[in-house]
Each structure stands twice: as C-alpha cells, then as structure tokens.
C-alpha cells in the first residue's frame, strides 16, 4: 500500500517504521527538519520493544515532493496541528485516499472531515506507546492493541484492507463498528490521567494511590462519562472508572505524554482532553467544573514555562 505519515514525531516514525519493513511504500513528511535529514541520510533508527535497527524510510517536509496520491495518509501530528498541517494535504489527496487518524483526544476526525469530507475520514485508537529519543531516533515504548473503523460503522473493503496492512506490519489491528465510543473511551482514559500525573508529576500508579489523587481523578472521569452518556456516546466499559483505575496499575510506570510534553516545556493537548469535555458539556448542559479547573492549570503551566523557578 502507498502510505504517507504526516506528523513523524514519536507515532508517526514508529507506525511508518513497522508498515515500510512489512513491504509497504511509505513517505514520511514532518516539519522537523533536522530529523528528516537524519532519516534521509542514515535511516531512521527504532529500538525497544520489536527491537533495535535501522529502518530504510524516506521523509521530507514538503508535501510538494511527494509523487503520485497515496492510499492511506496517517495522521500523527499532535491534534493542535491537525488543521494546519491537514490543510497542506490538498495537492496529495486522490480520489481513493483515506485518511485515518489514531491520534488522542477529541476533535481530529471533524477537522479533517470538515476539509475533505466525511467520506473520507477512518478512525481510531492505539495502545502502542512511542518516545522520540533524537533527530532520526525514535524508541518502541509500548505494544498493546489498535482498532480502528469508518466513522458510520460499516464493514467496507477499504477498512478491511487497511487493518490487514496494519496486521502484517506487527501493528496488531481489530476493526471497530463503534469508533465513536472508542476515541471517547481513551478520551475519558486520558482525562482521568493526563493532566493530574502533570499536576502532582508522578507516573501512572502513583496516580490511583493515597486519600486526594484518587478524589479527583474520579471526579474528572464522572464528568466525562456524564457528558459523554448524555450525548448518547456508548462507551466501551460500564464502568469507565474502574478501566481507568486498571490502566493506571497496568501502566504504573508510564510517564504519560502530557506529562512528558510539560517536563520538556512543550504545549500540551489539554484543550483536546479535559478541555475537550468542557466543550461538549457546555452543549449538552452538563456541569464540569473539575475539567474546567484543571484545563486552566494546565494552561497556567503552559503560560508559565519561562518562569518557572529551578531550585
Ligand atoms: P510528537 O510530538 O512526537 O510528534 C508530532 C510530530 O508532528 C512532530 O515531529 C512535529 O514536528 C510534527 N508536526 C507538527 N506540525 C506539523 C505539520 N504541520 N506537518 C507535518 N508535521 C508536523 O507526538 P506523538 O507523541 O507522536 O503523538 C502524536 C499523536 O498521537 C498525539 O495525538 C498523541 O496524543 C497520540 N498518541 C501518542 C502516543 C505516544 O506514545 N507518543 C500514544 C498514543 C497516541
């Protein structure tokens, strides 16, 4: 399959990685120069969990340089740059192009479907984990399943296709008829732990541990399935709660990605998650004055980088 990535940071050069090794012709495009230099030159380097080699890949930062239309562009930038870098893909989008996004967070699909069109928009969600670690460097973190779907649930030829790829490339693949449910189920499981791991700079398992962390996070969940129940979204767990509890003993050693966007002063992707659901509560007129809360401390956070006192 012709398979571009757009967004080649710790995602994108993974999944594009694992899909070029499995035969696939893949292009990777990211804005970071310096680190398509360094896949040009010497090929890009993956270590960790599949093991450590060098994958033969070619990456550019232009979308001009790429020939012909691809089947499949994969959408991996972080979903602040979703509609800026989605813009850039008019001249490579074909007749029978799919965009499929698996990033985190709420919001990607309406963005790339209010450019090309909903027919043209594939969803998911991944449990593989991914760290950059350098230009040309990228560490295989976590493996853990993939789904994905059309956004009206049907079983077509091209989704079918699609995870077949996904499957030979190691990338274990189900297709989901309820995709909707679950972008909102890892939402949910992201708003239970990514800003408050921020607040108190712990890992997963500290999260669910002593009397005041607990508290919270149940709060910032309740609000979510609230929202979420009340928008006629069905989730993947009846108690979305107790998932999340579970994911983060799972997971106890995970810094999780908002986490480590704050420890390298980076802007994180609040207003998608926790803001995300302030949002959509304010629509349905469901109450989330715990979202709201900890969405503004994040921003503060963010504000503040330049000031922030090291002792
Ligand atoms: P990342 O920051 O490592 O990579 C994003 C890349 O996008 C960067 O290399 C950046 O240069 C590039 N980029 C920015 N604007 C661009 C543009 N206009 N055109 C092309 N490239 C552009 O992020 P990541 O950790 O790979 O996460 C990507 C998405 O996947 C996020 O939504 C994240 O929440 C989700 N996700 C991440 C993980 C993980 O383990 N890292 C796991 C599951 C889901």
Redesign the pocket.
């Known amino acids: 399959m012709r398979i571009n990535i757009?967004?080649?940071?710790?995602?994108?050069s993974l999944f594009g990685g694992l899909l070029a090794e499995s035969g696939n012709q893949v292009f990777l495009?990211?804005?970071?120069k310096e680190?398509v230099d360094a896949i040009n030159n010497k090929g890009l380097w993956i270590e960790g969990l599949s093991g450590n080699r060098f994958v033969k890949i070619e990456a550019s930062t232009e979308t001009e340089e790429i020939q012909g239309k691809p089947d499949l562009i994969v959408i991996?930038?972080?979903?602040y740059?979703t509609e800026?870098?989605a813009n850039?893909l008019l001249p490579i989008i074909g007749e029978n192009t799919s965009l499929l996004t698996?990033?985190?967070?709420l919001g990607?699909t309406e963005i790339l479907s209010k450019i090309y069109g909903k027919e043209k928009v594939i969803a998911g969600t991944?449990?593989?984990?991914?760290?950059?670690l350098g230009p040309g460097k990228v560490l295989h973190?976590?493996t853990g399943p993939t789904a994905i779907g059309e956004l009206d649930g049907k079983l077509t030829t091209r989704i079918k296709d699609i995870a077949e790829v996904l499957n030979q490339s190691g990338i274990k693949t189900e297709i989901n008829q309820n995709v909707l449910g679950l972008i909102w189920s890892k939402l949910v499981i992201n708003v239970g732990i990514n800003a408050l791991g921020v607040l108190m700079r712990v890992k997963n398992g500290e999260i669910v541990k002593g009397e005041f962390s607990p508290k919270i996070q149940r709060a910032l969940v309740e609000e979510a399935v609230q929202v979420a129940k009340k928008k006629g979204i069905k989730l993947t767990h009846e108690d979305m709660l107790n998932e999340v509890i579970s994911i983060c003993k799972k997971t106890e050693n995970n810094i999780n990605?908002m986490l480590q966007d704050v420890i390298r002063k980076?802007k994180t992707?609040i207003d998608f998650i926790n803001g995300a659901i302030v949002k959509e509560g304010e629509m349905v007129n469901i109450p989330t004055p715990f979202n709201q809360m900890i969405t503004e401390l994040i921003r503060a956070i963010e504000e503040k980088y330049e000031k922030q006192i090291n002792i």
């Open positions: 757009v967004g080649a940071g710790a995602m994108g495009i990211d804005i970071w680190h991996f930038v972080k979903s740059h800026e870098a850039k698996l990033q985190n967070g990607n991944t449990s593989f984990g991914a760290t950059i973190a976590g990605s980076r992707e």
